[in-house]
C-alpha cells in the first residue's frame, strides 16, 4: 500500500522542483525528503525519479503517479469535511489567508457573521499576496483563501487547488486632479488614457506581484513601458503619493473606497475577479463553507458579486 505523505511529498516535488524547496516548505530536511521518497520507489516497485544534473526529476512513471496522488488528496479532503460535519459542524481553528485590501473591506465583516454564528469557530487570519497562496494551501499552512486575478491576465488553473467566484471589481487609473475640486472625481475610459500617462513617474507595487503584473501589462498594451519611481503595496499610500503630485497609479475599487481630495479616478476597461480558494475536495467542509456565505455576505452592494450554484471550480490565484 503506497503511503499518503510520501506521495504528496512526489507531488511537492513536481510542484516545486526541488527536494530543498520541498523540505523547507513542509519543515522537513532534504535528507528525510530524500529518504521517504526513495521509500515510495520501493513501495511502488519502479523509478519515480531520475537525476537531472545536481537535482531530480520525475519519470513518467513518476508523473503518472503524482496525478493518481492528486485524486487521493482530493478524496481524503472531501472525506475530512463529511467527518467534521458528522462531529461538530463549524469549530475549530480555521487558516485564512487574504490579501490585504480584502483583508481591509471584506474580511472584518465575515468575520463579525461568523463569530455571531458559530462561537466555536477560531478564524485566523494572515495577510499575502495571492502568488504565495497555492503551496501555503497545499502545505496545509492554509485552509482557506482569497486570491485574485484579471481579465487582462488570467492565471491558469492550481493543480490541487479548487475554489468559487467571490466578485469582481473595477480598476482605475488615479491621478491628480489639477483642477484641485474638493474631492476625488470618477470618470471611464480606455486603455489609451494611459498612454497619456507615458511620461509621467508611476507609483506600483513591488515586483512579483499580481498588481505590478497587470499594470506592467496593460501600459504595454497602451503602448509604453512605464517609468516606475516608487515601490508602494498598500492602497491608501499609492493615492496619497498620487494626490500629492508624487505619480499616477493603476487602482482597484476596493483600494480606491475613500481617495483624498485632489485625485482623478478613470476607469480602465479590466475588471479584478476575486475567489476563495482551498484545497480540491474541501469545498464542503463545514467550516470553509460558514466562510464562503459570509464572505459572500460581506461583500459591498457597489462590488458584483458572483454566485457559483454549481460544483467546486478550480482555483485561480
Not at 511529498?9 to 522542483?17: I, K, M, S, V
Not at 485632489?262 to 466562510?291: D, N, Y
Request: glycine content about 10%; proline content about 8%.
Amino acid at each position: 500500500m503506497l503511503d499518503v505523505r510520501r506521495l504528496r511529498l512526489l507531488r511537492e516535488l513536481d510542484l516545486r522542483g526541488t527536494i530543498a524547496a520541498v523540505a523547507e516548505a513542509l519543515a522537513f530536511t532534504p535528507s528525510a525528503v530524500s529518504q521517504q521518497l526513495g521509500t515510495l520507489e520501493r513501495e511502488a516497485g519502479v523509478a519515480l525519479l531520475e537525476r537531472s544534473g545536481r537535482g531530480v526529476r520525475l519519470t513518467p512513471a513518476g508523473r503518472n503517479l503524482v496525478r493518481h496522488a492528486e485524486a487521493v488528496l482530493e478524496r481524503l479532503e472531501q472525506a475530512e469535511a463529511e467527518l467534521a460535519e458528522a462531529r461538530h459542524g463549524p469549530a475549530g481553528p480555521l487558516r485564512i489567508g487574504a490579501f490585504p485590501t480584502a483583508t481591509r473591506a471584506l474580511v472584518p465583516e465575515a468575520l463579525a457573521l461568523l463569530a455571531a454564528r458559530f462561537p466555536a469557530l477560531e478564524p485566523m487570519v494572515s495577510e499575502m499576496d495571492p502568488s504565495g497562496v497555492a503551496h501555503a494551501l497545499r502545505a496545509g499552512d492554509l485552509d482557506v483563501a482569497l486570491v485574485h486575478d484579471y481579465d487582462l491576465v488570467p492565471k491558469p488553473p492550481e493543480p490541487g487547488l479548487a475554489g468559487v467566484p467571490l466578485c469582481e471589481e473595477a480598476m482605475y487609473l488615479a491621478c491628480r486632479d489639477e483642477r484641485g475640486g474638493p474631492g476625488a472625481s470618477v470618470g471611464a475610459g480606455g486603455l489609451e488614457v494611459l498612454a497619456l500617462r507615458r511620461d509621467s513617474p508611476w507609483i506600483m507595487a513591488a515586483p512579483d506581484t499580481m498588481c505590478r503584473a497587470v499594470t506592467e501589462q496593460m501600459c504595454r498594451a497602451a503602448g509604453f513601458v512605464p517609468r516606475v519611481r516608487h515601490q508602494v503595496d498598500e492602497f491608501a499610500t499609492v493615492l496619497a503619493f498620487v494626490a500629492a503630485g508624487h505619480g499616477v497609479a493603476v487602482v482597484p475599487q476596493l483600494g480606491a473606497t475613500q481617495p483624498p481630495p485632489g485625485v482623478s479616478l478613470t476607469a480602465l476597461p479590466v475588471r479584478r475577479r476575486t475567489r476563495i480558494a482551498f484545497r480540491g475536495g474541501a469545498g464542503a467542509h463545514p467550516s470553509v463553507a460558514a466562510l464562503t456565505e459570509a464572505l459572500r455576505e460581506a461583500v459591498p452592494k457597489s462590488l458584483l458579486t458572483i454566485r457559483s450554484p454549481g460544483a467546486e471550480n478550480r482555483a485561480t490565484g
